[in-house]
């Protein structure tokens, strides 16, 4: 009796472990271009107003081709691409906020090319600059364009204050920081919270002392972060940004997040004069923290200013890069139409986005802040790619965590470099 | 063991050879009863522990297995060169593990004082199920919103944070709560106490019901002060629900993630980075699955002696009821 059951039993726990490890060994199968069906989808990580201005410009490649599109919103963008590539069930297509991530799965074979899309890649990468097409390319092969682009070199303050005025050197902030101190009001306010607010700090003090070509190769792993062009950037940064000079003090940064930063020069009870942060910042001031704010009025931004003149002033920025996870028909002529001057000028009228597309006019930017800002982009003499989102994986994370650690006692700053620049070779090596 | 009357929540032991008979005879046969629970078990448990144990083996691309067998270079670079899991180059030592242990010392502790005082004390009020559904109410929050009210609460911001403005509102300065490196580790313990109490309260007060009154009453006219009864007849009478609660509450450090991740994102600098926090951010973040996989076995490592004195405990004894 008790074979009986013990043998069906068994038959079936081994007709069941069969079925699963022949699904689990269906691994992926890389077609070439096939036909579509009919419905792209798309993934990216913006919500509210951002997703709005987007939905404008997949309504309108609907219109214009019939293939209809649905957009995912994950705010935890990584984890969930990881989990669907590791589930077979990726987005069509997905806009990667990092292009140190886009260097990632292309290496790992996730991302399809354009040329494997059936894309022509140096007619569409002529309409970028060469900054931007370098965010899109490993080794030589092309496998997204950027969709979207946004100034980090911009310190926001409000123009009716009257303490506060545009300045162009560094020295010359320093002193109205000084000046500043004693005000009940401090200078500076800080999301420190947001780890990613003091790499931004960061990015434009380095690019303004060390150059764009230390730069670029301290966030390619090519220079060590223990150099001591490093070390002089963080003494900069935390000569200006100490306890008497934020608000809240250090300990208050750090428990405030980048919205809060925002809220502190811009809210209805302001406790602070300027704040650091992105051409987005606007964007989100205007339509979150105080709806009453008036651009040019009471809300305005200045470039960062110049620290060393030899170095001038070059642009930090960020962007999103759009690229394939599935090759079909429908989503090789989505890409296109998001590589084109006419998405483009859909998108920057919603006043949601700055386009480094050649092709879009300056016409077509609608407010003043957003045309500035683009106005920005355009003309910048050099350009560096937002140093932290060049990071591999979760380094630029650590390089946040590693930040908040330097604000808070900068006498810490060469163990932790130290350990970092371990860390970092793990990471670039491996 | 007394003849007679056996006060009611007292502990007996069974004598171990009839119960081992017991099960002999009938278990086989409810071998198919079990059957589909037991595939579930199997499908859901034990293949993945195993599949995690492979990966934590292996080189792996994302979530997927590599070729590239490494065997246990993973866990020897989580236990000594990780400084973010472990670090020990100075005392005193910090890191995910170390804060867990920090956990695993106040939060069971605190919980279980609060939990027992209010347990003890709602019986003496007559408001006794108001109180009670006041202090459970916190159980029925998710975690997420746990941690999204006390990030409100301890905002260094006056005008946002509830205690920073009744400092400010005494005179003082407000204090970042989250963003020192200090405080932070026990603010995040102090809203998971908060909402958990209620838990270890409704459990302990349950069990002090099942102690006789008569024998409370005994006590009162022998003599015996208020103190006296809650020392040597009630809390000795408690000692099951506090193992086993104990158990749920130190399998619950272990495992937290939702509070850390809602409130500082393992910050600031770190400083409350927690086991299963490097585990998502190791696997997800940093696509290391095998990476991953070598921290969830650590976590696994911690709870297993956990359960086994737990299932030890239920084994050897049984409570009457």
């Not at chain 2, 990476?291 to 709870?303: D, E």
Request: charged share 15%; aromatic share 10%; hydrophobic share 45%.
């Amino acid at each position: 009796m008790i074979r009986k059951y013990a043998l069906s039993f068994g038959a079936l726990v081994l007709a069941l472990s069969l079925a699963i490890a022949a699904a689990a060994c269906g691994g992926s199968d890389e077609s070439k271009s096939e036909a579509g069906t009919g419905t792209v989808s798309v993934l990216s990580l913006w919500g509210g107003g951002e997703q709005e201005a987007f939905q404008k410009v997949l309504t309108a490649f609907t219109a214009k081709t019939g293939i209809k599109t649905k957009y995912e919103s994950a705010r935890d963008f990584l984890p969930v691409v990881r989990s669907r590539l590791a589930a077979g069930n990726p987005p069509m297509v997905a806009i990667i906020p990092r292009p140190g991530i886009v260097a990632d799965l292309a290496k790992e074979g996730s991302l399809i090319s354009l040329d494997d899309l059936g894309l022509d890649a140096d007619k569409i990468n002529e309409n970028y600059g060469e900054a931007w097409t370098n965010l899109t390319t490993v080794d030589g092969t092309t496998y997204g364009v950027v969709a979207k682009a946004n100034s980090k070199s911009v310190v926001w303050y409000r123009p009716d204050d009257s303490k506060v005025k545009p300045v162009a050197s560094f020295d010359e902030l320093k002193t109205m920081t000084t000046s500043l101190t004693s005000d009940p009001m401090k200078p500076w306010a800080l999301g420190a919270k947001d780890s990613w607010t003091l790499t931004d700090w960061f990015e434009n003090i380095y690019a303004r002392t060390a150059g764009v070509e230390k730069y670029n190769q301290l966030f390619s792993g090519e220079l060590d972060f223990t150099d001591q062009s490093v070390k002089d950037a963080l003494t900069q940064m935390t000569g200006l940004l100490n306890n008497d000079s934020v608000s809240g003090g250090i300990d208050g940064a750090l428990g405030t997040d980048f919205v809060g930063g925002i809220g502190k020069v811009f809210s209805t009870n302001p406790t602070a004069h300027l704040y650091m942060e992105g051409g987005f910042v606007g964007g989100i001031a205007l339509a979150d923290v105080n709806p009453d704010l008036e651009p040019g009025k009471t809300i305005d931004f200045f470039p960062f200013p110049t620290i060393d003149q030899a170095q001038g002033n070059p642009l930090v920025g960020g962007g999103d890069v759009t690229a394939a996870f599935v090759n079909n028909e429908d989503v090789a002529k989505l890409i296109e139409y998001l590589a084109s001057p006419e998405a483009g000028a859909i998108w920057v009228s919603t006043g949601a986005i700055v386009s480094p597309n050649k092709g879009v006019q300056a016409a077509a930017y609608p407010n003043e802040l957003v045309k500035k800002e683009a106005a920005q982009v355009a003309g910048a003499t050099a350009f560096v790619f937002d140093g932290s989102d060049l990071l591999p994986g979760a380094l630029g994370e650590d390089w946040g965590t590693l930040l908040q650690n330097v604000i808070k006692d900068p006498s810490s700053m060469d163990s932790q470099l130290s350990q970092f620049q371990q860390q970092a070779q793990d990471a670039f090596g491996g | 063991m007394s003849s007679g009357t056996v006060a009611p929540g007292s502990v007996v032991g069974k004598p171990p050879g009839r119960r081992l008979a017991a099960m002999r005879e009938g278990g086989l046969q409810a071998l198919p009863f079990l059957a589909p629970a037991l595939v579930l078990v199997f499908f859901f448990l034990i293949i993945p522990v195993i599949w995690t144990v492979l990966l934590s083996v292996n080189k792996t691309r994302g979530l997927n297995f590599g070729t590239e067998w490494i065997g246990l270079d993973n866990y020897e670079r989580l236990l000594t060169r990780d400084s973010r899991f472990l670090d020990r180059d100075e005392w005193p030592w910090t890191g995910a593990l170390i804060n867990n242990i920090r956990w695993l010392i106040v939060y069971p502790i605190l919980c279980l004082f609060l939990g027992l005082l209010t347990a003890v004390l709602a019986t003496r009020v007559r408001y006794e199920a108001a109180f009670k559904a006041i202090i459970f109410v916190p159980m029925a929050i998710s975690a997420t919103a746990v941690g999204v009210i006390w990030l409100l609460v301890y905002s260094p911001d006056p005008n946002i944070g509830v205690l920073n403005a009744t400092i400010t509102g005494l005179g003082g300065d407000p204090v970042s709560w989250l963003g020192r490196g200090d405080t932070a580790n026990y603010a995040i313990i102090l809203a998971y106490v908060w909402a958990s109490t209620g838990f270890v309260m409704v459990v302990l007060s349950a069990a002090l019901k099942g102690i006789s009154q008569e024998v409370i009453e005994a006590a009162r006219t022998d003599g015996a002060t208020e103190w006296d009864i809650f020392r040597r007849i009630q809390f000795p009478l408690l000692s099951l629900p506090i193992a086993v609660v104990s158990v749920w509450m130190i399998i619950n450090v272990i495992k937290v993630f939702d509070v850390v991740y809602i409130m500082t994102k393992g910050g600031p600098g770190g400083a409350t980075r927690v086991i299963a926090y490097s585990y998502y951010v190791e696997t997800f973040e940093n696509g290391l699955g095998g990476y991953g996989a070598a921290v969830a076995m650590v976590m696994l490592a911690l709870i297993i002696p956990v359960m086994i004195w737990q299932i030890r405990r239920f084994r050897s004894e049984a409570v009457v009821s």
